[in-house]
């Protein structure tokens, strides 16, 4: 599946309100979407911390499934937050690996900071 192509049928789900503001490219919109994303996030973090404290059947191997889970929470998110900003997932991605290869060729992969 192309990444364009799971975005549109992200935002075309059953129809309904899926959110505040849904496809208006509002702050409330945004918002909720980056909220959620954190969310899902946060989820994955929940999941490896269990693991690395050594909750009994908390493996990486026994959490992968629900961790494919989560990660897949978090690209629904990321979907629509980029859509209420008016982005394809492929304008983000090439946007990245541009960003990447930037830092690569100026030596300043590892840093702190938005502009290295």
Known sequence: MELNEYQ????????????????TGS???????????????????????????G????TLDSQRLPLKKELGGVFWYLAMASMELGFTL??????????IKGRQQRGTLQGDGDNR
Request: hydrophobic share 30%; net charge negative.
């Open 90 to 99: 492929d304008e983000i991605a090439e946007s990245n690996l541009d960003e």
């Open 8 to 23: 549109d049928q992200c935002n075309r789900q059953d129809g309904s309100v899926m959110y505040p503001e849904h496809g």
């Open 55 to 58: 909750d009994p059947g908390k």
């Open 27 to 53: 702050l409330i919109a945004f918002d909720y979407c980056a909220s959620a994303l954190t969310g899902e996030a946060g989820e994955i973090l929940n999941k490896l911390k269990k693991i690395k404290r």
